[in-house]
């Protein structure tokens, strides 16, 4: 089991960015397919990014292409998102989550279900 700990929350006006972190705790981050989702209050979670173990695939949900960037430091254990152009409706508690991925597969993205280590999220609030 790998710990995650988000950092970089906090309060963005609209229109302004934040960039996520989410270091995990252990050597082994370069086996792991890595996820960032998001629940907003009164809605259900929301898988809005993810990046194979070695960065060569990224997937995106429709809202967030052109806007957020999905990276990872495997040097530094580290994972990254970079928010751009935010607005209220990004709003919500941003949490990290990884998937070992043991066949080695450079290529993977795990669907959402497949995720089983998660972080303890960081609140974003984007105000007018």
Known sequence: QVQLR?????????????RLSCAASEGTFRNYAMGWFRQAPGKEREYIAAISIRGERRYYVDLMKGRFTIS??????????????LNAEDTAVYSC????????NVHYVPPSSAYDNWGQGTQVTVAS
């Open 6 to 18: 988000e950092f970089g929350g906090g309060l963005v006006q609209v229109g302004g960015s934040l």
């Open 72 to 85: 990872r430091d495997i040097a530094k254990n580290t994972l990254y998102l970079q928010m751009n152009r």
């Open 97 to 104: 989550a990884a998937h070992f991925v043991r066949s080695g």
